[in-house]
């Protein structure tokens, strides 16, 4: 209520401005303005969530043909289906053409690069810029950007999947990124720290909706805190303490 209230202050003062500055007309329209994107500017996510609803069918589409064909024994696992591409998928079904020596070169590129580092930041010219060093931080701390306020202690919780995030109320989440299918599991969590991100992606939007602290770009977060460390994060300052390992 008393955020309406403040809102309607301010709209009342923001039209009243205009309308000395630029007139009745203009003013008027201005109001209509605020009063549209007041209400309509949450619509903007339908498009997303309809496609997120749809894409679920795809995936859920997919995932009984993988079970079907790891039966039939034409792939040795479910999981080996996302190592195909369409093409090769849609052969499969028709033909029964086995793509085994191509699926397991697949999964070998995929977990190399899985343990690559890429840098947080590279000019054109392949450059990799250092990172700035910051003084009057902990000996220790981890560095990266603050994007939601507040300090918080708690046990870390490295999760490098989806799939293995089972957080307990109170953890901190400590992961590489996270995107919108993610967000039932800010309900659970205290804070948040990623290695990669800035003000605007995921994490941070969703920490500062929730009010909770939470740090970005955090170098080889993911490695350099251990699952169960006792952790502190500053999302104002923007740094991370290992307090306890």
């Not at 201005?30 to 500017?41: G, V, Y």
């Not at 479910?78 to 090769?88: A, R, T």
């Amino acid at each position: 209520m008393e955020g309406r209230r403040a809102m309607e202050k301010l709209t009342e003062e923001l039209v009243g401005l205009a309308e000395r500055k630029l007139g009745r007309r203009r003013a008027k329209k201005l109001r209509r303005d605020i009063s549209f994107f007041r209400n309509f500017a949450g619509t903007r996510e339908y498009p997303k969530y309809f496609w997120v609803c749809r894409y679920d069918i795809y995936k859920q589409a997919l995932q009984r043909t993988a079970e079907d064909l790891a039966a039939k024994g034409e792939l040795r696992e479910p999981g080996d289906l996302y190592y195909l591409d369409l093409e090769e998928l849609q052969s499969l079904l028709r033909t029964g053409k086995a793509y085994r020596s191509k699926i397991e070169r697949r999964r070998g590129e995929y977990r190399r690069f899985a343990r690559l580092t890429p840098p947080r930041l590279m000019f054109s010219d392949g450059e990799v810029p250092e990172p700035d060093r910051r003084d009057g931080l902990p000996a220790g701390a981890l560095t990266g950007l603050g994007v939601s306020a507040g300090i918080v202690e708690g046990r870390a919780r490295v999760v490098r999947s989806l799939g293995e995030a089972i957080m307990e109320k109170g953890d901190i989440l400590v992961t590489a990124f996270t995107d919108p299918s993610w967000t039932p599991v800010f309900v659970s969590i205290s804070g948040l720290v990623t290695e990669v991100g800035g003000m605007m992606t995921h994490g941070a939007v969703i920490t500062r909706e929730y009010g909770l602290p939470a740090v970005v770009g955090v170098a080889d977060a993911t490695r350099l805190i251990h699952d169960g460390d006792r952790i502190r994060l500053d999302g104002e300052m923007g740094f991370v303490q290992i307090l306890l390992n």
